[in-house]
């Protein structure tokens, strides 16, 4: 615990001098001063503890100071933290980038490793451009994506992304015009609407020539909205694209690593998808890393171009460290104990913010895997939530109007208990 006057002390420099994620510069709101996190709980500077239901932004799916990340890193640390991966390469990216081939849908042999999703969307998104470029077809340079996606902040991501969410208002004249379709209807379990479907594949065809893929959120679109849809989708996608030839990417640096009750939202449709991101949970949420994999095709159609490489290269690219933890939280996920968690926490979320339904003004429950969400009628009071979250020794972070969470895998119970309850409580007076 920190004296009163040092935590003054440092929100004070935090407010003059470092800014916070999509927030002005000063802050309007002061965060909250976390000392040390442990399991499941954020330790902050004034004593107070907070069951944390958000795994730092969806990575942190073992909890904190978990022995076999932290053992890890501190081994890999008295080996090696970083050499360049130009030239050179390492038992931990090898052994990471061949577990990544092995776990993911069947057809994706080849691993870039980057070093943050939005980066991995970059990458994603100019190995398609490259592609089309190095077969000969120059046109084919537009991406065509649902409303409703989030895929990064860095700018050619952005023009995946909603354009409400992406404030392409904003941007008009800067960000390339991709195709957009309508938002694919609510819920997992929801029937296929056949004109719907009828409405992505016109949209493909009518496209074909100037596209070069197509991108989507498989089975859950997080900060765009934490909507979900039935895969069936995906699988229309896989076949139009195929007909068309159009490639098609799947982001799932949300959903990778268990989080929608399978390892990968793509094996709820059974489909592969020829570009994928991962990143967020891969490396356990300790350091920021993530991949970008694709099919022998598309390395192949790159690699035989007039520009016969891909001209990328981060400078922590494999960073041994991530890569070290990402094994090693790669290995916790190995012996399926996983599935039963999450299985666990989904029923668990369901049967606990089932009484949010019965609060005015919240207008949708709903629960996939350890992702529960409660939606209502108006843009949350963030202070209030924040204060009436906090106060029951929960952390989360809600967003426009939606109050929900993603917890690490390891919750108990109890604590599950505690932030569907904080969550119930929430909506009713945010
Ligand atoms: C978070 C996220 C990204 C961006 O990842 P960063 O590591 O924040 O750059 C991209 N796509 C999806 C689906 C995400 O959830």
Request: hydrophobic residues 45%; charged residues 20%.
């Amino acid at each position: 615990m920190a004296p009163e006057p040092v935590i003054r002390r440092l929100l004070e420099l935090d407010t003059r001098h470092v800014w916070h994620p999509y927030g002005p510069m000063p802050a309007t709101v002061p965060p909250l001063l976390v000392e040390e996190a442990a399991g499941v709980r954020l330790r902050l500077a004034d004593g107070r503890e907070l069951v944390d239901g958000m795994s730092s932004w969806w990575a942190a799916i073992h909890g904190y100071r978990h022995p076999a990340l932290d053992t890890a890193l501190t081994e890999q640390i008295t080996r090696m933290s970083h050499v360049m991966f130009g030239g050179l390469t390492h038992e931990p990216a090898i052994t990471l980038a061949s577990a990544l081939v092995d776990i993911t849908p069947a057809g994706l042999e080849h691993v870039f490793l980057c070093d943050s999703g939005s980066v991995s969307v970059e990458v994603a998104l100019k190995m398609c451009l490259q592609y089309w470029r190095s077969v000969g077809r120059r046109g084919k340079r537009r991406m065509l994506t649902w409303r409703g996606g989030y895929h990064g902040d860095t700018f050619h991501p952005m023009s995946v992304c909603d354009p409400e969410g992406g404030m392409h208002a904003l941007w008009r004249g800067v960000l390339p015009e991709q195709v957009f379709v309508p938002a694919p209807p609510s819920g997992f379990d929801t029937p296929v609407d056949p004109s719907y479907a009828d409405t992505l594949v016109r949209a493909v065809r009518e496209h074909a020539d100037e596209l070069a893929a197509v991108v989507v959120e498989p089975v859950v679109q997080g900060a765009g909205g934490m909507q979900f849809h039935n895969p069936e989708y995906l699988r229309v996608l896989r076949e139009v694209t195929e007909e068309c030839g159009v490639l098609l990417v799947f982001d799932e640096i949300a959903t990778g690593f268990g989080r929608t009750g399978t390892l990968f939202a793509a094996e709820h449709a059974g489909v592969t998808p020829d570009v994928m991101c991962v990143g967020k949970a891969l490396t356990g949420g300790y350091l920021t890393m993530a991949a970008t994999l694709c099919t022998f095709e598309v390395a192949e159609g790159i690699s035989r171009g007039e520009v016969p490489v891909l001209a990328h290269g981060p400078t922590f690219m494999g960073n041994p460290l991530a890569s070290a933890v990402a094994n090693a939280s790669l290995g916790l996920l190995s012996d399926g104990t996983w599935r039963e968690e999450v299985r666990r926490i989904e029923r668990r979320l369901r049967d606990g913010l089932a009484a949010a339904r019965d609060v005015p003004g919240v207008v949708d429950v709903r629960v996939l895997g350890a992702i529960g969400v409660v939606q209502l009628d108006h843009p949350v009071d963030m202070a209030v939530a924040t204060e009436a979250l906090t106060s029951r020794g929960v952390w989360l972070r809600p967003f426009r109007d939606l109050i929900y969470t993603m917890p690490p895998y390891v919750t108990s119970d109890s604590d599950i208990d505690l932030i569907t309850d904080a969550m119930v409580a929430t909506a009713g007076v945010a």
